[in-house]
């Protein structure tokens, strides 16, 4: 039994994960819409953008990975 508990664990985390992930990216797309950004600034927030998809991308993978190969 501790073994699911475990994995229902896991999936919670991940289903977390990833509603954070979204809720971040809708927050990005909104700030991009705004009419008052700068050439500058929208650069700076696509490149953050860009940046936190490579890095939610990698981590995502690494805990996948962790969580497929401990059982």
């Not at 229902?8 to 994960?17: F, K, L, P, Q, S």
């Not at 700068?38 to 996948?64: K, M, S, T």
Request: aromatic share 16%; glycine share 0%.
């Amino acid at each position: 039994m501790p073994k699911y508990q475990v994995v229902e664990n896991r999936v919670a985390t991940v289903i977390i994960y990833i509603d954070v992930y979204f809720m971040i990216l809708e927050l990005i797309k909104k700030e991009l819409q705004c009419p008052d950004l700068e050439n500058n600034e929208r650069i700076r927030l696509r490149l953050a953008h860009i940046e936190f998809q490579r890095l939610f991308y990698a981590d995502i993978i690494n805990r996948f990975s962790i969580v497929w190969w401990d059982y």
